[in-house]
Nanobody, 121 residues
Framework: QVHVVESGGGEVQAGGSLRLSCAAS????????MGWYRQTPGKQRELVTTFTTSGNTNYADSVKGRFTISRDNAKNTMYLQMNSLKPEDTAVYYC???????????????WGQGTQVTVSS
């Protein structure tokens, strides 16, 4: 079993900053990739940023220059630093780890429970 837990959401005024954390634990033999997604009511979950297998980062155009993903591989933890927040960034933010539990296991997607980020104008 793999468990993914997020923390750090909350409410902030426009222009402010928040930092989200995401910790993965349990049977993790190897990590393929990880990333952050967000979802608003009535809309599909959208990609915010990811670390790819090669270690490169991808960002949605809407957050480039404002959000930064980072990670601590030793702790299987990643972070999302969000600066210059806008009301349109309001959403439930989810993190996802893609991991294999054993040498022979297929890759599996493991999601956090989601954390609310609210940006007021």
């Amino acid at each position: 079993q793999v468990h993914v837990v997020e923390s750090g959401g909350g409410e902030v005024q426009a222009g402010g900053s928040l930092r989200l954390s995401c910790a993965a634990s349990g049977r993790i033999f190897r990590v393929n990739s990880m990333g952050w997604y967000r979802q608003t009511p009535g809309k599909q979950r959208e990609l915010v940023t990811t670390f790819t297998t090669s270690g490169n980062t991808n960002y949605a155009d809407s957050v480039k220059g404002r959000f930064t993903i980072s990670r601590d591989n030793a702790k299987n933890t990643m972070y999302l630093q969000m600066n210059s927040l806008k009301p349109e960034d309001t959403a439930v933010y989810y993190c996802k780890y893609v991991v294999a539990e054993t040498l022979w296991s297929p890759w599996g997607d493991y999601w956090g429970q989601g954390t609310q980020v609210t940006v007021s104008s």
